[in-house]
């Protein structure tokens, strides 16, 4: 080959074979993860600006301008295995491995022109960069060598844990009847998706990913947890563009727990925010109040329901009682200032005294 066509094809080709490496790599943790029952969220390649998004099934693939790196997000797993999760954090760096032998063997074995032999040369040095970047141990940041290293040191009890935590959600919105609530392979999406901070508003991804879960008839206590959870955020962070969403999620909650206190509380609150007061007033007044987290939002929005229907009395009373239980609802929890502050505003009263500083 001419030294000025090399010149010219060595930019072109460099690139092609770091991204077909790092393709092969996070493909490779994929498969592996779905050979051990571990569900996959999301598949990104690169970095970088977006330049391709798509959602197969579950699992969305994203593509960056700069696909020189990549990571493949799992769902949480229920049973998971350390075995299982350690294959998992290994594929990547065993495809690097055996691309790496593989370029050797094309070049050594002379199966390429000698012309084109080249690319073999490239192909090895693209893969032994991919292997010390993965299994080097970096203390900025974190690779398959800092992954493996942490399924080998993990406890499993944590993961018993977490889903005990779970189970426990799922059992607050068990209606009493039937066996209790367990997770099933779908919690793992659904745990995942409900762990994500939305930010200030409620992503429109978000939900779809949410009420697509809804679509596949989880049991009931779950179908509930999803429906409080979009219904609580949607509250946390209301615009009239979340009406008629809300509206549905918190009708669709009350049908299937009409027994359930808690849900009287979010459907009340979220027909106060739908200028619906009759209703709000006597769902509110039937609410959950056995903690403080949730005497604290009914009286807050019985206060907004009974300003609107002119009985500043009875809503200045309420406030007061919201003010006195802000410190242990608020506590933990960052969405209530803001709550709290607009309920405030629109009352005209003063936000509770520790957001006046």
Same mark, same amino acid.
């Given at each position: 080959?001419?030294?000025?066509?090399?010149?010219?094809?060595?930019?072109?080709?460099?690139?092609?074979?770091?991204?077909?490496?790092?393709?092969?790599?996070?493909?490779?943790?994929?498969?592996?993860?779905?050979?051990?029952?571990?569900?996959?969220?999301?598949?990104?390649?690169?970095?970088?600006?977006?330049?391709?998004?798509?959602?197969?099934?579950?699992?969305?693939?994203?593509?960056?301008?700069?696909?020189?790196?990549?990571?493949?997000?799992?769902?949480?797993?229920?049973?998971?295995?350390?075995?299982?999760?350690?294959?998992?954090?290994?594929?990547?760096?065993?495809?690097?491995?055996?691309?790496?032998?593989?370029?050797?063997?094309?070049?050594?074995?002379?199966?390429?022109?000698?012309?084109?032999?080249?690319?073999?040369?490239?192909?090895?040095?693209?893969?032994?960069?991919?292997?010390?970047?993965?299994?080097?141990?970096?203390?900025n940041?974190?690779?398959?060598?800092?992954?493996?290293?942490?399924?080998?040191?993990?406890?499993?009890?944590?993961y018993?844990?977490?889903?005990?935590?779970?189970?426990?959600?799922?059992?607050?919105?068990?209606?009493?009847?039937?066996?209790l609530?367990?997770?099933?392979?779908?919690?793992?999406?659904?745990?995942?998706?409900?762990d994500?901070?939305?930010?200030?508003?409620?992503?429109?991804?978000?939900?779809?990913?949410?009420?697509?879960?809804?679509?596949?008839?989880?049991?009931?206590?779950?179908?509930?947890?999803?429906?409080?959870?979009?219904?609580?955020?949607?509250?946390?962070?209301?615009?009239?563009?979340?009406?008629?969403?809300?509206?549905r999620?918190?009708? !669709? =909650? *009350?049908?299937?727990? /009409?027994? &359930? @206190?808690? $849900?009287?509380?979010?459907?009340?609150?979220? #027909?106060?925010?739908?200028?619906?007061?009759?209703?709000?007033?006597?769902?509110?007044?039937?609410?959950?109040?056995?903690?403080?987290?949730?005497?604290?939002?009914?009286?807050?929005?019985?206060?907004?329901?009974?300003?609107?229907?002119?009985?500043?009395?009875?809503?200045?009373?309420?406030?007061?009682?919201?003010?006195k239980?802000?410190? !242990? =609802? *608020?506590?933990?929890? /960052?969405? &209530? @200032?803001? $709550?709290?502050?607009?309920?405030?505003?629109e #009352?005209?009263?003063?936000?509770p005294?520790?957001?006046?500083?």
């Open positions: 080959m001419s030294p000025v066509l090399f010149v010219v094809l060595f930019p072109l080709v460099v690139p092609v074979a770091l991204a077909t490496g790092v393709a092969l790599h996070e493909i490779a943790h994929a498969i592996m993860g779905r050979i051990f029952g571990i569900q996959i969220r999301e598949i990104r390649f690169g970095r970088g600006r977006e330049l391709f998004r798509k959602r197969l099934g579950k699992t969305t693939l994203w593509v960056g301008a700069s696909i020189d790196c990549g990571i493949v997000y799992p769902y949480y797993t229920i049973h998971p295995s350390k075995a299982a999760n350690f294959l998992f954090a290994a594929a990547g760096p065993l495809m690097d491995l055996s691309l790496f032998a593989f370029a050797i063997w094309l070049y050594a074995s002379n199966v390429l022109p000698d012309s084109i032999a080249w690319i073999a040369v490239i192909m090895m040095v693209t893969q032994a960069g991919l292997i010390l970047g993965n299994l080097t141990p970096r203390t940041t974190t690779n398959d060598i800092h992954h493996m290293s942490h399924v080998l040191q993990a406890d499993h009890r944590e018993l844990q977490y889903w005990e935590v779970y189970r426990q959600k799922l059992r607050s919105y068990w209606n009493g009847l039937g066996a609530p367990e997770p099933t392979r779908q919690s793992g999406r659904i745990a995942a998706l409900l994500i901070d939305t930010g200030e508003m409620l992503r429109g991804d978000l939900i779809a990913s949410l009420e697509s879960e809804l679509e596949l008839h989880p049991q009931t206590a779950e179908a509930l947890l999803i429906l409080d959870h979009l219904a609580t955020r949607a509250l946390y962070y209301w615009h009239p563009g979340l009406a008629a969403p809300l509206d999620w918190t009708a !669709l =909650a *009350a049908s299937l727990g /009409p027994d &359930i @206190p808690t $849900l009287r509380g979010t459907r009340g609150a979220a #027909l106060c925010l739908l200028e619906r007061y009759d209703e709000a007033e006597a769902l509110l007044e039937q609410a959950d109040s056995s903690d403080a987290f949730n005497c604290f939002l009914n009286n807050l929005f019985l206060a907004r329901v009974r300003h609107a229907r002119r009985n500043p009395w009875q809503a200045h009373q309420n406030y007061e009682e919201a003010l239980l802000y410190g !242990l =609802a *608020a506590k933990g929890n /960052p969405h &209530i @200032p803001k $709550l709290a502050t607009f309920i405030a505003s #009352l005209g009263y003063p936000p005294p520790a957001l006046q500083a």
